[in-house]
């Protein structure tokens, strides 16, 4: 898998999400901020809290760490099934 298949892995999964129930086109710009996290990041706390960050600032609404860390966990697994796969 190439970086670009990760990256649409990884959007299609954050799109399905939709953390506030306000529809899966809502979270544009917030995906692309996490997708560039998921690039730095490489321990599943580490990007959940990033997860985090993004979204309360800009839904200004805290989502609880341990949703965040579920998340976080399917996308470095796309992470890491890429990088095997190279």
């Given at each position: 898998?190439?970086?670009?298949?990760?990256?649409?892995?990884?959007?299609?999964?954050?799109?399905?999400?939709?953390?506030f129930?306000?529809?899966?086109?809502?979270y544009?710009?917030?995906?692309?901020?996490?997708?560039q996290?998921?690039?730095?990041?490489?321990?599943?706390?580490?990007?959940?809290?990033?997860?985090q960050?993004?979204?309360?600032?800009?839904?200004?609404?805290?989502?609880p760490?341990q949703?965040?860390?579920?998340?976080?966990?399917?996308?470095?697994?796309?992470?890491?099934?890429?990088?095997?796969?190279?």
């Amino acid at each position: 898998m190439d970086i670009k298949e990760m990256n649409l892995k990884l959007i299609a999964i954050l799109q399905e999400w939709d953390p506030f129930n306000v529809g899966e086109e809502a979270y544009d710009t917030e995906i692309v901020d996490v997708v560039q996290a998921i690039h730095n990041l490489h321990h599943p706390s580490d990007l959940a809290k990033r997860i985090q960050t993004i979204y309360e600032f800009s839904y200004e609404q805290w989502i609880p760490l341990q949703d965040c860390t579920k998340i976080s966990y399917k996308l470095l697994a796309v992470k890491m099934d890429a990088v095997c796969s190279l």
